[in-house]
C-alpha cells in the first residue's frame, strides 16, 4: 500500500534545522505531537522528525478520541502539526539515522541529532515517539485488507461491524483464540473461529464458547478477498479444501515491532511485551511512569514505549513526557543560573580584595 504524504500546512515546515533544540522528537504520530505541543506550549524550542508512516494509516479513523471520534489518522496528524506551529513549534520530514550524547559526565545534557539526508542539529532532550510495524499473518490477501476489514481490536472498530459474522483467525496460543472471540462477541451477532495454523482450543473452552454461539471451522485459510468495494462489503475466506465463507470482517493478530536502533544508540534499555504466552511486540523501550527512559535526558512515549496502546493513551503518555522534559529543562536552567550568580559573586569578591 502506497501512503499519500501528509497535507503541507503553511508555515509549519522548514528544510533548514537550528544549531540547537530544547527539545528534538523522533516521530510525529499522536504521542510525538502531543508532546512537542506540551513542551511549546512551555515556551520550549522543539523540532519534530517525522517519517510521515504512521503506524495506523490503513484505518478508516481514529476512535475513542473524545471529540475526534472517526477522524481520519492523517487528517488527526495535520490538525496536531498546525496545532504544534501556531505554539512556534517545527515540523521536518525526514529520519532520524542517529543518536548520541555529545556532552561530558558534569556538563548540561547535549544530544547531537543526525538525519538520513546528512542534515545535523543539537537537543537538550529527546523523546523517542517513531512508530512500530505490523508483522501480520502470512495469509495472501490479508495485509491489504489491513486496518478496513482485517481488524485487531474491537475497541478501535468493533462498532463499525456490529451486528455482522466475524471471523478470528487463529494462529497464536489457544488463550489469545479464546480471548479474541470472547470479546468479539459482545459486538457480533456470531463468531467464527477459523482454527487456520493456531493450537486448538481445549474442549472445555470450546465447549463454552460454542454455547455462546461461536461456531469452528476446521482447516487452513489460503486467501482473503474483499467483498464488494468498500468496507462494508466483507471478506471472502477461502480455506485449503476449496470451501469459502463470506464474513464481516476477519479479526487477525499481529506481531509489533520497534526498531530499537536508536534507543540503543543511547543506551536505553529495551525489552519484549509479552501476553497470554506469547511475545506481542519486540523492542519497547522501557519507561518509567513519565516515559523517562533509562538513559538521561531520553523520554519515550507511543508505540516506541507501548506498542500495544491506542491513539487517546499515546497521545495522554506523549503529553505527559513533555511535562516532564520541560520540568526537567527548568530544572537545568535554574541550576545553570545559580552556577551564573555564584561565578559573578566570586568574581566581585575577587576582585575587591
Known amino acids: 500500500m502506497t501512503e499519500a504524504p501528509l497535507p503541507q500546512q503553511s508555515g ?11 527539545a528534538v522528537v523522533v516521530g510525529g504520530g499522536a504521542a510525538g505531537l502531543a508532546g512537542a505541543v506540551a513542551l511549546a506550549r512551555m515556551r520550549r524550542r ?4 517525522d517519517a510521515g508512516q504512521p503506524r495506523n494509516a490503513p484505518a478508516d479513523g481514529v476512535h475513542n478520541l473524545l471529540a475526534r471520534e472517526g477522524t481520519s489518522p492523517r487528517e488527526l496528524l495535520a ?7 501556531g505554539y512556534g513549534g517545527a515540523v521536518v520530514d525526514g529520519r532520524v539515522a542517529a543518536l548520541r550524547r555529545s556532552s561530558g559526565d558534569g556538563e548540561p545534557l547535549r ?17 523517542l515517539a517513531h512508530s512500530g510495524t505490523d508483522a501480520l499473518p502470512p495469509v495472501p490477501g490479508l495485509r491489504d485488507l489491513w486496518g478496513s476489514r482485517v481488524l485487531h481490536c474491537p475497541f478501535c472498530h468493533g462498532w463499525e ?11 497464536g496460543p489457544a488463550a489469545m483464540t479464546v480471548h479474541a472471540a470472547t470479546l468479539w462477541r459482545a459486538v457480533a451477532d456470531r463468531v467464527v473461529v477459523l482454527e487456520h495454523t493456531g493450537p486448538p482450543v481445549d474442549a472445555e473452552q470450546r465447549e463454552q464458547l460454542e454455547a455462546a454461539g461461536t461456531r469452528f ?22 480455506l485449503a479444501s476449496g470451501g469459502a465463507l463470506e464474513v464481516g470482517a476477519v479479526v487477525a493478530a499481529s506481531q509489533v515491532r520497534v526498531d530499537t536502533t536508536l534507543a540503543e544508540q543511547l543506551g536505553a534499555a529495551v525489552a519484549d511485551v509479552e501476553a497470554m504466552g506469547t511475545v506481542v511486540a519486540t523492542g519497547a523501550v522501557v519507561v518509567d511512569a513519565v516515559g523517562a527512559t533509562t538513559a538521561a535526558g531520553v523520554w519515550a512515549a507511543g508505540n516506541a514505549a507501548a ?8 497521545a495522554a503518555a506523549g503529553m505527559q513526557a513533555g511535562a516532564a522534559m520541560t520540568m526537567d529543562l527548568v530544572r537545568e536552567d535554574a541550576e545553570a543560573a545559580a552556577r551564573r550568580t555564584r561565578a559573578a559573586r566570586e568574581e566581585m569578591a575577587g576582585a575587591a580584595r
Request: hydrophobic share 50%; charged share 30%; no cysteine.
Open 46 to 49: 522543539v523540532l519534530v522528525v
Open 307 to 314: 506498542p500495544m496502546a491506542v491513539v487517546p493513551a499515546v
Open 79 to 85: 490538525a496536531g502539526r498546525a496545532e504544534l506551529a
Open 12 to 22: 509549519q515546515r522548514r528544510d533548514a534545522l537550528d544549531e540547537q533544540y530544547d
Open 111 to 127: 544530544f547531537d541529532v543526525v538525519l538520513e539526508d546528512g542534515r545535523t542539529t543539537t537537543a537538550r532532550r529527546l523523546l
Open 161 to 171: 461491524v456490529r451486528g455482522r459474522t466475524v471471523a478470528v483467525l487463529a494462529t
Open 217 to 238: 471451522t476446521a482447516g487452513e485459510v489460503v486467501a482473503l478477498e474483499p467483498l464488494g468495494d468498500d468496507a462494508e462489503g466483507g471478506v471472502r475466506v477461502r
